[in-house]
């Protein structure tokens, strides 16, 4: 059975481009492993992850990443069951915030700034979605 966790997450501290590449490469290399796929966003210090894969392989990493000194203030925004997988084609995909339509964000949001803490899970995966899409998804 397949799901799809949505989450976020408050860095403990601002992230280097070093940093967040180390956590793009040890998902990469772990990921695959277990059947796991998604997206990892990060922003003015706030992560948005999406995880797709088996329930077990998803909630057992999830545990682990929930566990990771580098975040914490780490909420569930959506948790589903589901037949096919969105992002099939990433590893761990990362979200080019350069090439973020400010028009896109508002199109599911109240502001033009990214903040999870204020919206829907819906909302932020239909913006992850429309990402996709668009073509805003760098590296596997
Ligand atoms: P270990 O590698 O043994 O690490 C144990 C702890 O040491 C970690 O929890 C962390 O607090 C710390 N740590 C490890 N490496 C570093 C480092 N380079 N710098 C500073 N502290 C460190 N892992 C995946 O496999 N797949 C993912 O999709 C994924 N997404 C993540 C998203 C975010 C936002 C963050 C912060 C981490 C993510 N990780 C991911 C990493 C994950 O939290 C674990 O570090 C990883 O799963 C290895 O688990 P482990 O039990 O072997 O931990």
């Known amino acids: 059975m397949l799901v ?3 989450y976020a997450s408050r860095a403990t501290h601002a992230m280097s481009e070093a940093e967040l590449q ?3 490469k040890s998902s990469r290399e772990h990921n695959p ?3 796991l796929t998604g997206l990892l966003c990060y922003s003015d210090g706030i992560f948005i992850q999406v995880l797709e894969g088996g329930r077990d392989a998803v909630n ?4 682990a990443i929930v566990d990771d000194q580098r975040h914490r203030d780490v909420i569930i925004l959506s948790y589903e069951e589901i037949g ?3 992002f099939a084609g990433w590893s761990m995909g990362q979200v080019n915030l350069h090439r973020l339509n400010p028009a896109l964000v508002l199109k599911y949001s109240a ?3 990214l903040d999870p803490y204020a919206m829907s899970g819906h909302a932020l995966m239909a913006l992850f979605q429309e990402l ?3 073509g805003a998804i760098v590296c596997s």
């Open 4 to 6: 799809r966790l949505l």
């Open 22 to 24: 180390a956590i793009l």
């Open 33 to 35: 492993a277990t059947g």
């Open 60 to 63: 057992a990493r999830y545990k």
């Open 84 to 86: 096919e997988r969105h």
């Open 111 to 113: 502001t033009t700034k």
């Open 132 to 134: 996709v899409n668009t």
